[in-house]
């Protein structure tokens, strides 16, 4: 157990929907990063917050946002589904940035039918 | 921009046996962070093993130890005496501590270790 939680485990949408994951990051970790896997595009960065602050984008979509509050926990929100979309989206966290290791969640499986 | 390929898809050791998984990397940096996660069937992304640019000691994790050339950019991983517990899919991941793209993981493809009874 990586200390990262992610809810909800597995969710199932229809296409034109919007979902919310949620992820409370190991406890002192300051930094947290959403990445998707999928089966034709691997395992990709979408965005980084840290301390509140989104730090760094990746490939991520315009219909995707992200936002971490002040309790540290973050959360991705998926807008206007597409087939496409259906992933394994995972977070992680680090106690800070640049030297630290960063541990991930069990991730969030999402089905878009 | 850093790139990492992992260029055998699928791998196969017999237990108790050594295995060598191949990594190689793109970076124009000289001071970054490598690391090996390890993807079980439960999907959850474990770390097994880092190491930083800077040092020439190979990092050493228990049956789990790398070969980092950094003038070949290249960092392979090693699993001694392999478990079946060890069966499972493995990414190599770059990362470059500075910049505008953040401390994002740059991941390869991956290789599916298969341990045979």
């Known amino acids: 157990d990586s200390g990262v939680t992610q809810t909800p485990k597995h969710l199932i949408t229809a296409t034109g929907q919007r979902v919310t994951l949620r992820c409370s990051p190991r406890?002192?970790?300051?930094?947290v990063y959403w990445y998707q896997q999928s089966l034709d595009q691997g395992l990709q960065f979408l965005i980084q917050?840290?301390?509140?602050?989104?730090?760094a984008k990746g490939n991520i979509l315009e219909r995707f946002s992200a936002q971490q509050f002040p309790d540290l926990h973050s959360e991705l929100n998926l807008s206007s589904l597409e087939l496409g979309d259906s992933a394994l989206y995972f977070c992680?966290?680090?106690?800070?940035?640049?030297?630290?290791?960063?541990?991930f969640g069990p991730g969030t499986r999402l089905t878009v039918l | 921009a850093q790139t990492v390929t992992q260029s055998q898809p699928e791998m196969s050791v017999q237990e108790a046996e050594t295995v060598t998984l191949s990594c190689t990397y793109d970076?124009?940096?000289?001071?970054?962070?490598l690391f090996w996660y390890k993807q079980p069937p439960s999907r959850q992304m474990i770390l097994v093993i880092r190491?930083?640019?800077?040092?020439?000691q190979n990092a050493t994790e228990n049956r789990f130890s790398v070969n980092f050339q950094k003038a070949a950019k290249s960092f392979s991983l090693k699993i001694s005496d392999s478990q079946l517990g060890d069966a499972a899919m493995y990414f190599c991941?770059?990362?470059?501590?500075?910049?505008?793209?953040?401390?994002?993981?740059?991941f390869g493809t991956g290789t599916r270790l298969a341990v045979r009874p």
């Open positions: 992680a966290s680090s106690q800070r940035t640049s030297t630290d290791t960063q541990y």
């Open positions: 406890s002192g970790d300051l930094s």
């Open positions: 917050y840290y301390n509140g602050e989104e730090r």
């Open positions: 970076t124009s940096e000289s001071d970054y962070y």
């Open positions: 190491q930083e640019a800077y040092k020439q």
């Open positions: 991941a770059y990362r470059w501590p500075r910049g505008s793209s953040g401390d994002k993981l740059t």
